[in-house]
């Protein structure tokens, strides 16, 4: 019987690649992306587990606090949002493949960054690779999909703590398994995280599920104050300071604003724009569905400050709120008609 229940597997070359270079690694950073979410918290989180469990000294960090609604997974109190002693033998980046993905955490520790062992797991197809060693596989449907694999293939060990981590970052990037990037391979290594032990309600119900009424009035403001064009296919709205503060919000609960505004009938691609805590600096959240590519947009129109997966991806504009929604709107319409 094959020892590996996957469909199909990572690059044999790379994963020797890979493990030649955690294994003689004793102190192992693990960093996840700016503005966290639960595929990059999950997947630093997930792999830590098992590297601990071979004996190894790990740090995850993060340039951000992980979202509370993350505050159930295993380990999540060990996520440093700064280094105080930048000594380690490999630094595993996951979810993304750019340097400047990790915020503050690069920043501040650029010099050590810059001359590090680095190991890159990601799963974007926009990703450049910041690694010595880059396995990046778009076919995954988050970075810890493909950790899935890399741990059966390297024969890493699974316990619970890491396959709940693991679920965490697969549902979290598949929406529990509703966006089309769940194949059959995505369901299969779902599948092995539950023979671990893994229950996907104890992450489905704090992630999707529950939700401050403050996050429940800052929705209601961005849906009251939505606008929409090309016969309702283009839909947009914005939110600033003042919003949070009529809704008593905190920023992290504009997550998933964009994708609820794609749900409205008849839209195609769904714009959210927001600014907040960065004077001059608006970000974007778009939503596409095909022909139209999300990622591909974001990165032509933040001329690289952006990008992503075909339907969902971000962008960074260098623009006070309103300049950037005006210029952006403009474009999309041109895009659309
Ligand atoms: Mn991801």
């Not at 996520?79 to 503050?104: C, M, P, S, W, Y």
């Not at 981590?165 to 995280?193: H, K, M, V, Y």
């Not at 539950?194 to 999707?208: D, K, N, S």
Request: hydrophobic letters at 45%.
């Amino acid at each position: 019987m094959n020892d590996n229940a996957l469909d199909t597997r990572l690059d044999a070359g790379l994963v020797q690649a890979a493990l030649a270079l955690i294994e003689p690694a004793q102190r192992i950073l693990l960093i996840a992306h700016e503005r966290p979410d639960g595929d990059c918290i999950g997947s630093a989180l997930g792999l830590m587990h098992m590297l601990d469990a071979l004996g190894k000294t790990c740090v995850p960090a993060c340039a951000d606090r992980p979202p509370r609604n993350l505050s159930f997974l295993p380990g999540i109190e060990r996520v440093q949002q700064t280094l105080e002693n930048a000594a380690f033998d490999l630094v595993i980046a996951l979810d993304a493949g750019e340097f400047r993905r990790f915020g503050k955490l690069y920043e501040e520790n650029s010099r050590f960054f810059d001359s590090a062992t680095v190991l890159n797991l990601d799963h974007h197809i926009t990703s450049e690779g910041c690694g010595q060693v880059n396995i990046i596989d778009p076919t995954s449907s988050a970075t810890a999909e493909l950790l899935v694999l890399f741990q059966q293939q390297a024969h890493l060990p699974l316990n619970y703590n890491a396959a709940l981590c693991l679920l965490t970052g697969i549902i979290t990037d598949t929406s529990s398994f509703q966006f089309t990037n769940t194949t059959p391979r995505t369901l299969e290594a779902a599948a092995l995280l539950l023979r671990a032990g893994a229950i996907p309600e104890t992450i489905v119900q704090p992630i999707f599920r529950a939700r401050p009424l403050a996050q429940a009035r800052f929705q209601s403001l961005v849906f009251a104050s939505a606008q929409t064009a090309c016969d309702g296919r283009l839909i947009w709205s914005a939110a600033d300071e003042h919003t949070l503060a009529a809704a008593g919000a905190a920023p992290e609960m504009d997550d998933n604003i964009s994708g609820l505004l794609r749900d409205i009938d008849g839209v195609q691609v769904a714009a959210f724009f927001k600014s907040y805590g960065e004077p001059g600096v608006t970000r974007l959240s778009l939503r596409c569905a095909a022909p139209y590519n999300a990622g591909e947009i974001c990165q032509r129109l933040s001329h690289g400050f952006g990008g992503g997966h075909s339907r969902a991806a971000g962008a960074t504009f260098h623009m006070p709120l309103a300049q950037a929604t005006a210029f952006v709107v403009e474009e999309l319409k041109k895009e659309i008609q």
